[in-house]
């Protein structure tokens, strides 16, 4: 008899991996398939990286990590708060886990409890939304407009603040709309929270270093709030290492206690070769991830000019990650005589099986309007995939 838990039942299919799965199933049948669905740096790991990963098997790193991370990896990352981000962890608040998306669970199981409310913006983040509702917490959602650049203000966050109120996710750069907060926006929101002692900011800043108009921002930066921030970063983007399976985050001392505690039970800590490598990223020189980061605003610039030469598609500029979020809904309701769209996952499977691009429909980051396109892509692929996407769209009445 098949059982599951109800926390499992409850819980949706991560929509990114299977719309990648679903174009891959496609290459997989001979289709020439431009997969832009998936949030993933194209380049490869630089090669001191991978000679750091090399040394620790040869030295012989083969044996259960502590529970939080290396002591080496910890103090690393500690020296990166306060050299790129003015901010003070101390090793013992750094707790180190296979990947951000981890890292972002053991936080939520750590620090929500059954009717808490997480204030999370919209467009969000697929995996937000769904570890709230493991902890058995209740999604906040508020809707940002494409006019704000997908941004939410103090002000709408302050209207949605109950006595049940326990943190606000935010994210930026942000996944999925490349919007990036300023430090007068995030001063604003900050002031906000200095109102209220008893909730929490969990800030995602993994895309940090993928940033396209300055200085990257950190919630973390306000002494009123810092007590009550917790950052939330890895390797995966920065340094292309996705499969690495590297994320950690900063904590108040004794949050990173109880994400130690469960992670102990959970997964014992992430792969040894990997922290090694990780500590190789963050100490070294950093020209690489200057390099990737003009390699993904090239893109930008090149995926929003060919966006706007398309008839019905509405984009903000991102000012940071590597996606746009186009607004789609003007093709609701036409069809090509064959099938008619009625949303933005009709709309991106007419895409995937008539233009063999993947993308991720709306209605997984909760804004049903558009969908999410990946420029960690070559510059041939995207102006490949903007004329096929033209095309296909052309064809809609």
Request: some cysteine; hydrophobic content about 40%; proline content about 5%.
């Amino acid at each position: 008899m098949e059982s599951v838990s109800s926390r499992i039942a409850k819980l949706a299919p991560s929509a990114t991996m299977a719309m990648n799965q679903k174009g891959r199933d496609l290459k997989d049948k001979g289709i020439d398939v431009i997969n832009m669905s998936v949030g993933e740096p194209d380049f490869y790991t630089p090669d001191h990286i991978k000679e750091a990963a090399k040394k620790a098997i040869d030295d012989n790193f083969s044996f259960y990590p502590p529970a939080p991370g290396f002591p080496d990896l910890r103090e690393a990352i500690s020296n990166k708060f306060k050299r790129e981000n003015n901010l003070d962890f101390s090793p013992e608040q750094i707790v180190v886990s296979a990947g951000a998306k981890n890292s972002l669970a053991h936080v939520i199981m750590s620090l929500i409890d059954e009717g808490d409310e997480v204030i999370v913006p919209a467009p969000y983040w697929v995996t937000y939304v769904e570890l709230v509702k493991v902890a058995e917490g209740k999604n906040v959602v508020i809707k940002g407009t494409i006019d704000n650049d997908f941004k939410v203000t103090a002000e709408e966050i302050e209207k949605v603040i109950t006595p049940k109120t326990k943190a606000i996710l935010l994210c930026s750069p942000s996944n999925p709309t490349g919007s990036v907060y300023s430090k007068n926006e995030l001063e604003s929101i900050a002031r906000v929270i200095e109102k209220h002692s008893n909730i929490f900011v969990i800030t995602d800043e993994i895309y940090e270093h993928i940033n396209f108009v300055g200085k990257h921002e950190s919630m973390a930066q306000y002494d009123s709030i810092k007590e009550r921030v917790v950052v939330i970063n890895g390797v995966s983007k920065a340094y292309a290492m996705t499969g690495w399976r590297i994320g950690y985050i900063g904590a108040p001392l004794w949050l990173a206690k109880a994400c130690t505690k469960l992670q102990g039970q959970f997964m014992t800590g992430p792969t040894t070769i990997a922290q090694k490598a990780a500590v190789a990223a963050l100490n070294s020189d950093q020209s690489c991830v200057s390099e990737m980061n003009k390699a993904f605003l090239r893109r930008r610039d090149l995926i929003i000019d060919l966006l706007k030469d398309i008839d019905g598609i509405k984009t903000s500029v991102p000012d940071g990650a590597f996606y746009v979020f186009p607004e789609a809904s003007s093709y609701y309701g036409k069809s090509d005589g064959k099938r008619k769209i009625e949303n933005s996952t009709d709309f991106c499977m007419y895409l995937l099986e008539e233009a063999h691009i993947a993308t991720v429909p709306g209605e997984a980051f909760g804004e049903p309007s558009g969908f999410r396109i990946s420029y960690a892509t070559s510059d041939e692929n995207i102006v490949e995939a903007m004329k096929r996407m033209k095309n296909a769209l052309s064809r809609l009445h």
